[in-house]
Nanobody, 127 residues
Framework: QVQLVESRGGLVQAGGSLRLSCAASGRTFSSCAVGWFRQAPGKERECVAAISRSGTATYHQDFVKGRFTISRDDAKNMVYLQMNSLKPEDTAVYYC????????????????????WGQGTQVTVSS
């Protein structure tokens, strides 16, 4: 079992930055790939970024490339999402998720493959 707890999001002006953290607990976290998802009102939950178990491979959706960066620190059981140049359309509830994988370089981007989810944190970007 893996438990995930996201840090508090917040309200930020367009063009600003925010870093989300996700604290993980559980013996199997190191065997998991991790992803950040978001869900805006009336929209499907979508993958924003993902990172492999080893941390050597990452994926960023086109709409956040160059602005968001995912990283992990297994020594601290933490996952981060650095968000820069925020836009009003980035407003959503952000979720951290973990998926057990066999291969250390595997990146998981499909929502249904994730077994463990945090409770979500609201990020609001004002124009």
């Amino acid at each position: 079992q893996v438990q995930l707890v996201e840090s508090r999001g917040g309200l930020v002006q367009a063009g600003g930055s925010l870093r989300l953290s996700c604290a993980a607990s559980g013996r199997t976290f190191s065997s998991c790939a991790v992803g950040w998802f978001r869900q805006a009102p009336g929209k499907e939950r979508e993958c924003v970024a993902a990172i492999s178990r080893s941390g050597t491979a990452t994926y960023h959706q086109d709409f956040v490339k160059g602005r968001f960066t995912i990283s992990r620190d297994d020594a601290k059981n933490m996952v981060y999402l650095q968000m820069n140049s925020l836009k009003p359309e980035d407003t959503a509830v952000y979720y951290c998720a973990a998926a057990p994988v066999d291969h250390s370089a595997e990146v998981v981007t499909t929502r249904d493959e994730y077994h463990y989810w945090g409770q979500g944190t609201q990020v609001t970007v004002s124009s």
